[in-house]
């Protein structure tokens, strides 16, 4: 089992920046992959990044390329989004989530691949 529990969304202007966190527990079982989705009102959701840390590669969504960095920290068992440029569009409940075997290794992360879900953090972007 892994637990995943995401912090660090709130209410911010539009161009603002915002880093999400997630501490991942226990690391010893060493995710194959770790991820970042988000699901916007109305909408389904969607992969935002991934690490596939077996191939040490990293995938964005187009819509956040240029904008969004996921990095991951061994030594203090998280993951991090950092999100700068935030546009309205951003604003979405962000899931951290865990792969323990494999995901791909050529585009953004898919639900189907991940297991293990955190509860969510909220993300308010404001125009």
């Known amino acids: 089992q892994v637990q995943l529990v995401e912090s660090g969304g709130e209410s911010v202007q539009a161009g603002g920046s915002l880093r999400l966190s997630c501490v991942v527990s226990?690391?010893?079982?060493?995710?194959?992959?770790l991820a970042w989705f988000r699901q916007g009102p109305g909408k389904e959701r969607e992969g935002v990044a991934h690490?596939?840390?077996?191939?040490?590669?990293?995938r964005l969504a187009d819509s956040v390329k240029g904008r969004f960095t996921i990095s991951q920290d061994n030594a203090k068992n998280r993951l991090y989004l950092q999100m700068d440029s935030l546009k309205a569009e951003d604003t979405a409940m962000y899931y951290c989530a865990a792969a323990l075997t494999w995901c791909n290794s050529y585009g953004p992360p898919i639900m189907a691949e991940f297991r293990y879900w955190g509860q969510g953090t909220q993300v308010t972007v404001s125009s």
């Open positions: 226990p690391y010893t079982q060493h995710p194959a992959c």
């Open positions: 690490i596939n840390l077996r191939t040490e590669t990293i």
